[in-house]
């Protein structure tokens, strides 16, 4: 297996990109300061990375075959779902992860549209980003590599694969949104899961 900061980092990167979380910045630095907004996203981003190492850790004292096989399991499942999803995506599919990214900040908008002070732009973009990203894909793949892999290096991997993914749509989202082929992505997502999952069977052997 890569190391857990290599592993972390390419899974990271890879699966965010294009993800909702992503545009969630992208729209966001539309609208106000890049600064703020990539300070509040990269906060909150760090702050799931290091609640998911955390629940890794505390599922790594179960017994470590029952660990193993279930990050092989997981591993093969997102791979899978992944490769089916960009298989049956329609070239709008993309449009429709920009919508629910902007309907989101849209009422979020709302909700502060009095309060336009550097911290609530912070904070708006915290909250986004963590709630869009409670449950997601990468997350999950977060606590499974922290489980049985070291944890420091798969906080470090993550927080950067995070931060480079959300630069990149702050500095230049907007840009190159409608360049990226999210089932190209998506299906680049998938090989890679798989690609991971196999590694760790082949450890295991």
């Known amino acids: 297996m890569p190391t857990a ?19 969630i910045a992208v729209v966001m630095s539309m609208r106000h300061s890049r600064r703020l907004v990539l300070a509040g996203v990269v906060a909150a981003l760090a702050a799931m990375t290091v609640l998911s190492v955390m629940l890794g850790t505390a599922i790594a004292f179960l017994p470590k075959a ?3 096989y279930a990050e092989i399991a997981l591993f093969v499942c997102f791979g899978v ?20 990214a ?17 911290w609530a732009v912070i904070f ?41 993914c959300a630069l990149i749509a702050v500095i230049g989202g907007k840009m190159i949104a409608g360049r990226i082929s999210e089932q190209t992505i998506t299906a680049v997502g998938g090989v890679l899961f798989l690609l991971f999952a196999a590694v760790a069977w082949w450890e295991g052997v």
């Open 5 to 23: 900061f290599t592993a972390s980092l390419l899974l990271i990167t890879i699966s965010e990109l294009g993800d909702k979380t992503f545009f």
């Open 66 to 68: 029952y660990i193993h």
């Open 81 to 100: 779902k992944l490769l089916v999803d960009g298989w049956k995506m329609p070239t709008t599919a993309q449009s429709s992860v920009v919508d629910e």
């Open 102 to 118: 902007k309907t989101a900040v849209e009422q979020s908008e709302l909700n502060l549209k009095q309060h336009k002070s550097n």
């Open 124 to 164: 708006e973009s915290f909250i986004l980003t963590f709630l869009a990203e409670w449950g997601d894909r990468t997350q999950i793949a977060t606590i499974a590599l922290s489980a049985s892999n070291n944890a420091l290096g798969v906080t470090v991997g993550a927080i950067l694969g995070h931060a480079i």
